[in-house]
């Protein structure tokens, strides 16, 4: 008896240290990188929201719900995170309905682009949060990358073990409980960097949204309608990731189809007096607070003429939760707006810690290589080795990552773009983009030349929606075509793909 209770309290011990240890080594997500911590915040609050806002950054940096509290009496909250893919946000409404039912969801629609998991990292931003239940469990499923392992959610200290020689002091003061960053799921910002020299679209091989998105689409519409909930679909008025007209006519139509309201803010510019010279905080991605004001203004319009959703500001209990919320957000904004006025701006910068593992790409040499004034421009080389010896850009375009870690640039060299990516901080080549004829591929390809000039380069490749692609070392070369000629070339990482 006596070894068995030994065996027990030793058991109970072990059990006790590694949940301790785990506790330590999970990422808190206060301070630059707050989106981590917005789906366990939803949990803290009263479910008794009569909007629930669904969607990736897109929703959750360009709706105020204090806004809609303040002038319309609604009170609605974001379940919104970094990258939230269809099938997420279809699992964070299920998961929200066993606690409430709204009387109206608002879904951004811009995550209609992704069919597949995309990123380790802001997967564990999404769902890490979840309390656990059937929900979270087929959330996971459905989100994780080919190198993930659902034990490694169960247990999250098998994935991050490697933190335990970065830990931080953050790290021991919220090792148990974390103070509010988002209000009511926004994520607020003060400060201004006007929209300039954003790029525009290249040319996509499908603009078909894919299976996987539809499907979860349906599901959430359906789920709306079996509970007796409006759907509203929205654009927020993002310039980048760039929003396609084919894109555009998709959601028109499925709109129609599903008698569901769409409104797309990149068209209400004027109606709503947005100007993104003013209301952006990172060059036309995301809103600042005065944007999306404008922005709120409008839908609680909307949900009040349209929806009939009354003004409860008069409810004492919930008037007082309000009062404490709003404290909070004005104090927040003296205290950027203090920050500003000391050249102390915020980071742009909002992106998931570097997922333990991650390794540094290598260059794809044995590619195809672009070259330019004497600079070879290797897929996933290191950029800042290459953009040295490159002539100065004309512009640069920097944007958080809505696909990898760090920032995005676009460096507009006139007749060709370079892409870039960030991995722990090291910028890499994503993509080179040929904008005119100026410029030709390492064997000779320009814009302009016939199919059968390509084919004899390069041979027949493989057909790709309306164009051709060869793939080598690691690497893609796309031509596109238009009444036989080529319309666009594009240099591609496949980690792109």
Same mark, same amino acid.
């Given at each position: ?15 006790? *240290? ?116 059937? &929900? ?6 459905? $989100? ?25 002091? #953050? #790290?021991?003061? @919220? ?7 988002? @209000? ?19 040319? %996509? ?30 654009? *927020?008025? $993002? ?28 068209? =209400? ?6 100007? =993104? ?27 009040? !003429? ?30 950027? %707006? ?8 915020? !980071? ?5 810690? &570097? ?71 090291? !910028? ?7 904008? #005119? ?43 596109? =075509? ?16």
């Amino acid at each position: 008896m006596k070894k068995i209770i030994r065996l027990l309290l030793c058991t109970a011990l072990l059990v006790t *240290a590694l949940w301790f240890l785990q506790r330590l080594l999970v990422p808190k997500y206060f301070g630059d990188v707050t989106e981590g911590a917005f789906t366990a915040e939803y949990y803290r609050d009263e479910p008794d929201h009569e909007v629930l806002f669904l969607g990736d950054c897109e929703a959750y940096e360009n709706f105020d719900p204090v806004y809609l509290w303040e002038h319309y009496g609604i009170n609605s909250y974001i379940r919104g995170s970094a990258q939230q893919l269809v099938w997420q946000s279809y699992y964070m409404l299920e998961d929200a309905l066993r606690y409430e039912t709204p009387k109206v969801v608002v879904m951004n629609v811009l995550a209609m682009k992704y069919n597949e998991p995309q990123s380790e990292a802001y997967n564990r931003i999404t769902l890490e949060g979840m309390k656990w239940g059937l &929900p979270k469990i087929r959330a996971i499923n459905a $989100s994780m990358t080919e190198e993930e392992h659902f034990i490694e959610y169960v247990f999250p200290l098998l994935r991050y073990h490697d933190r335990l020689f970065k830990l931080s002091s #953050d #790290d021991l003061k @919220y090792m148990f409980k974390t103070e509010r960053v988002s @209000y009511n799921g926004y994520y607020l910002r003060v400060d201004t960097k006007p929209a300039e020299n954003v790029p525009g679209g290249k040319q %996509l091989t499908d603009y078909n949204f894919g299976d996987k998105a539809w499907k979860y689409m349906n599901m959430i519409a359906d789920l709306c309608e079996k509970k007796g909930i409006d759907l509203i679909l929205v654009k *927020a008025p $993002s310039l980048y990731p760039y929003w396609y007209s084919e894109w555009e006519e998709q959601i028109e139509e499925y709109a129609a189809k599903r008698d569901l309201k769409y409104i797309n803010y990149l068209e =209400l510019t004027e109606e709503t007096g947005l100007d =993104l010279t003013e209301d952006t905080y990172d060059g036309g991605l995301h809103l600042n607070v005065y944007g999306a004001d404008k922005i709120t203004e409008h839908l609680g319009k909307v949900l009040s !003429e349209e929806y009939g959703l009354t003004d409860r500001s008069g409810e004492t209990e919930l008037a007082a939760a309000w009062d404490e919320k709003i404290r909070l957000y004005y104090n927040e904004i003296s205290r950027q %707006l203090e920050e500003a006025k000391a050249g102390q701006t915020p !980071e742009v910068t909002k992106t998931p810690e &570097p997922t333990p593992g991650i390794k540094a790409p290598e260059p794809k040499t044995g590619g195809y290589i672009f070259s330019f004034k004497g600079v070879d421009v290797a897929m996933d080389a290191e950029a800042k080795a290459l953009t040295k010896d490159m002539p100065e850009a004309k512009s640069v375009y920097e944007a958080p990552s809505c696909a990898f870690e760090g920032v995005d640039r676009v460096y507009d060299y006139g007749s060709f773009e370079l892409n870039t990516y960030e991995v722990s901080g090291t !910028e890499y080549v994503s993509a080179v983009i040929f904008k #005119d004829d100026l410029v030709e591929t390492g064997e000779g390809a320009y814009i302009g030349m016939t199919i059968d000039e390509v084919e004899a380069l390069y041979g027949s490749g493989t057909e790709e929606g309306n164009g051709r692609v060869y793939e080598k070392g690691g690497m893609k070369l796309r031509f596109f =075509l238009k009444e036989g000629h080529v319309s666009q070339i594009q240099y591609l990482s496949t980690i792109l793909e």
